[in-house]
């Protein structure tokens, strides 16, 4: 029988949060920033989810 070994475990990577990396984020913030103001502008949310190829609850959402 060997002797017991220690037990390791890889040391955790720094991780950047979702969509940093690839810019999803930052695209996301603008859309919706231009969405809202679009809206205030005096779009209605139906052409907003026409627009953006949103389905509208997600528009509203948004636009919260």
Do not use: V, W
């Given at each position: ?45 139906e052409s ?17």
């Amino acid at each position: 029988m060997s002797p017991a070994r220690p037990c390791t475990f890889p040391a955790q990577s720094r991780k950047s949060p979702g969509g940093e990396t690839s810019g999803a984020r930052a695209y996301y913030k603008k859309r919706n920033a231009e969405s809202r103001e679009s809206h205030q502008a005096g779009a209605d949310a139906e052409s907003l989810a026409e627009l953006y190829h949103l389905s509208l609850d997600s528009i509203r959402k948004i636009l919260r």
